[in-house]
């Protein structure tokens, strides 16, 4: 890999000055190896500075629903549990009145359910079982099938969807059956060695270490299908491996082929199943290839797959240690919005330039 000008050190550098995020670890790889692992800055800033490290555990934010709810589906598909156009009621009855009935697994999975993106809940529920409670009640807010609007319900219904066919919580059933057999080591739900986690935003009187920046996350108890996941970028590059590389593979390439495909798109959005599918502003940028996947958290995190070129790009960050109030504007998540395509072009132009 060719970083001859030093243009990916310093483009992040500038962003970590710009007070994006405190610090983060990059990490490129193909389909075979891994090219490049750097880190950048601090894990923590506060009560005091920690420097990072390659195997700092960061706060997956939304990165859980592709790398812990969505495999949880492919996997139940593959083991006849469950199909795509399943309606949801089968699993939840909550869903067996109104306009709900309507709702399908894939329409959770391509975020075309007609739920709304988020919900207060949260705000008032006395406890996790509370919680859940108040979220089955959403209603659509617009029709099913009509749109895209992502949402976290929809992750957090597929969740709950997966416990109810295992009878497992969802983070035991994902290290089973996801996170061993790739040997994720470092991956799980509410992780208990906080030692080399990144530390997130203050709540309820304390800096959030180990347990997830996302609320409904946080007050379902730290396990939910939408968020609350923890990794590092070297566990993160041994699943995206497994989806390009037919030697580490544990699902059926016609399963990551499905999954991982363009299924819906409205405007400039495209959708596969779980993942996002690269489009106009996406935030792999312009020179990954049209077949490339990805997703990214809320606090800062970052994975893109290019089937095609056969590379993988990691970016993990805790931009919400620096930056996180309920109800303001956060112009940390516009700047990281911007930084994300400028620096997956300044790494794939690197990978080719001789």
Not at 63 to 82: C, F, Q, S, Y
Not at 232 to 254: H, V
Not at 329 to 342: A, H, Q, T, V, Y
Request: glycine share 8%; net charge negative.
């Amino acid at each position: 890999m060719y970083d001859d000008k030093g243009h990916i050190d310093s483009l992040i550098s500038r962003y970590i000055d710009y007070g994006t995020f405190p610090g983060g670890v990059l990490l490129v790889g193909t389909d075979k190896e891994i090219i490049l692992e750097k880190t950048y800055g601090y894990r923590a800033i506060y009560p005091e500075r920690e420097e990072n490290t390659t195997d700092t555990v960061y706060d997956l934010a939304s990165l859980t629903k592709v790398v812990a709810t969505t495999p949880a589906i492919m996997r139940l598909l593959e083991w006849g549990e469950i199909r795509l156009w399943d309606p949801v009621k089968r699993f939840l009855p909550e869903f067996s009145t109104g306009l709900k009935e309507d709702v399908r697994v894939f329409h959770l999975l391509t975020h075309t359910s007609g739920l709304p993106p988020y919900s207060n809940a949260w705000r008032y529920a006395q406890n996790p079982s509370e919680l859940k409670e108040e979220l089955l009640k959403t209603e659509l807010s617009y029709k099913t099938g009509t749109n895209i609007v992502y949402s976290c319900l929809n992750f957090i219904f597929l969740g709950y969807i997966v416990e109810k066919i295992t009878q497992m919580s969802l983070d035991k059933f994902v290290r089973e059956h996801i996170f061993i057999p790739l040997g994720m080591t470092d991956t799980g739900f509410l992780p208990e060695n906080t030692s080399k986690v990144a530390p997130t935003c203050e709540r309820d009187g304390k800096i959030l270490r180990g347990e997830p920046d996302d609320e409904l996350a946080y007050y379902q108890g730290g396990v939910s299908g939408n968020a609350g996941l923890f990794s590092t970028a070297q566990d993160l590059y041994k699943y995206a491996r497994s989806f390009i590389n037919p030697e580490y593979y544990i699902f059926s390439p016609y399963t990551i082929d499905v999954f991982t495909k363009e299924h819906i798109s409205y405007g400039e959005e495209k959708k596969g199943l779980g993942w996002m599918i690269k489009s106009i502003n996406s935030s792999c940028g312009d020179l990954f290839s049209e077949r490339s996947f990805g997703h990214t958290g809320y606090t800062g995190t970052s994975l893109w797959i290019d089937p095609v070129k056969r590379f993988i790009v990691i970016f993990l960050c805790n931009r919400t240690h620096l930056s996180r109030k309920v109800g303001t504007k956060d112009e940390s998540l516009e700047r990281i919005i911007e930084f994300r395509p400028r620096l997956h072009n300044v790494i794939v132009a690197s990978m080719y330039r001789h």
